[in-house]
């Protein structure tokens, strides 16, 4: 049997009839930048955050660098977060002339550990950006606490948590302003890049509006130095259709992290996640961690299953971030994260076979690798 780490097709046979007609319609109008649809969707999708205000971006990445502009983080500043997630949280800071300040993560959850963070402030920070990895969200009740004691702005970074609850309220709620991807693989993924940032405050939205469309306030009045980055309205328009259906894609994907976790149950060699009884996981990523994890992936991949490592390298230690002048041991718990996990097969329409294998391959190599 072979298992994808990904298959889009199901999900999209589901909704195929919305999406067609509704592009057909954008591609009829003509209105493929700021359209109704996208304008439409922004509304759709801070409502779901339980929000007032969201920006339509061109990525992920944007949306997290636009945040900062709207908060005027620039050189001198330093914005901390947790070295263990994708490298564009950091990028965004790096883009800002500001300076990222990598704090460990929690050995549980893999999310930002507010006691580190609280011991990392100086009198340079000015933001801190927790991760809710995987779809699990940070412990924002601490991370708020600390950031409010000591006047800092709270950016989430929920790229991968769309719909996840913190103590029954929504990621993208949690903070000072949230940012969202819809990169294909995400839990609401577009069919190219997309991303939104979404928040309670009425001057950060006037400022994001700007910042993603040229600083302008008229169509040829420019009051900042904006950028370029749209969220365009035939990705708004399978957004909007995908929304629709998230609550329900993200019961699917717990009911199939529930079936992992039974099948892989505890004492087999293999690390399942933690969830916190607070909170909800919407995973978008199923890790666990294993011993002699480089060769359980060479040889799950042998067996045709789609394995990926979310992720190999902390930060702190990629080529990129060299001029930062960490070493190996800064962040240990990170570090140690990034040896041992390993995504599995995660998506909505996953049939219960496919997990079985999963899980039995994967017993049977870690057990093999353990000889
Ligand atoms: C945690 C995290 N932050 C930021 C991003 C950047 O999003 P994008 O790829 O849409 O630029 C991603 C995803 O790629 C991510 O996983």
Redesign the pocket.
């Known amino acids: 049997m072979n298992v994808p780490f990904i298959d889009f097709n199901p999900q999209y046979q589901t909704i195929k009839e919305e999406i067609d007609s509704g592009l057909k319609a954008v591609f009829e109008k003509g209105n493929f930048i700021l359209g109704q649809e996208e304008k439409d969707f922004e509304t759709e999708f801070s409502r779901f955050c339980d929000v007032s205000y969201g920006v339509g971006v ?7 660098y636009l945040a900062l502009g709207a908060l005027n983080v620039g050189p001198g500043d330093e914005v901390i977060l947790p070295p263990f ?2 490298i ?2 950091a990028l ?1 800071i790096s883009y800002t002339g500001a300076t990222p300040v990598f704090v460990d993560v929690e050995e549980g959850t893999y999310n930002i550990d507010p006691q580190k963070f609280k011991e990392a402030i100086t009198d340079k920070t000015k933001v801190v950006m927790p ?3 995987y779809g699990q969200p940070a412990n924002m009740d601490e991370i708020n606490t600390i950031a409010k004691e000591r006047n800092l702005s709270v950016i989430e ?1 929920a ?2 948590s769309h719909g996840a609850r913190y103590k029954d309220k929504r990621v993208g709620s949690l903070g000072d302003i949230a ?1 969202f ?3 294909p ?2 839990a609401l993924g577009a069919f190219g ?3 939104m940032i979404v928040t309670d405050n009425k001057d950060i939205y006037e400022k994001t509006l700007m910042l993603r469309d040229y600083g302008r306030q008229g169509r040829y009045e420019h009051k900042i130095k904006g950028f370029n980055s749209r969220l365009d309205t035939v990705q708004a328009v399978i957004l909007s259709a995908k929304l629709k259906h998230l609550d329900e894609w993200n019961k699917m994907r717990n009911d199939h992290a529930c079936y992992y976790n039974e099948l892989l149950g505890d004492g087999n060699g293999i690390k399942t996640p933690q969830i916190q009884d607070d909170r909800s996981h919407v995973f978008q990523t199923y890790a666990v961690r294993v011993k002699n994890r480089d060769k359980v992936v060479a040889a799950m991949k042998d067996k045709g299953i789609g394995v990926l490592i ?1 992720y190999p390298i902390p930060l702190h230690l990629q080529e990129a971030y060299a001029d930062l002048g960490h070493k190996s041991g800064d962040f240990p718990v990170s570090e140690k994260i990034a040896g041992e996990i390993l995504s599995l097969p995660m998506f909505p329409h996953m049939q219960k076979e496919q997990v079985e294998y999963v899980c039995e391959c994967l017993k049977q190599e870690v057990k093999e690798v353990e000889k």
């Not at 061109?58 to 997290?64: C, P, Q, V």
Request: charged share 15%; glycine share 10%.
């Open positions: 061109n990525s992920g990445t944007d949306a997290l997630t994708f564009a949280t965004c991760v809710h990895l970074d790229a991968q940012c991807s819809f990169y693989t995400k890049d997309g991303g979310h």
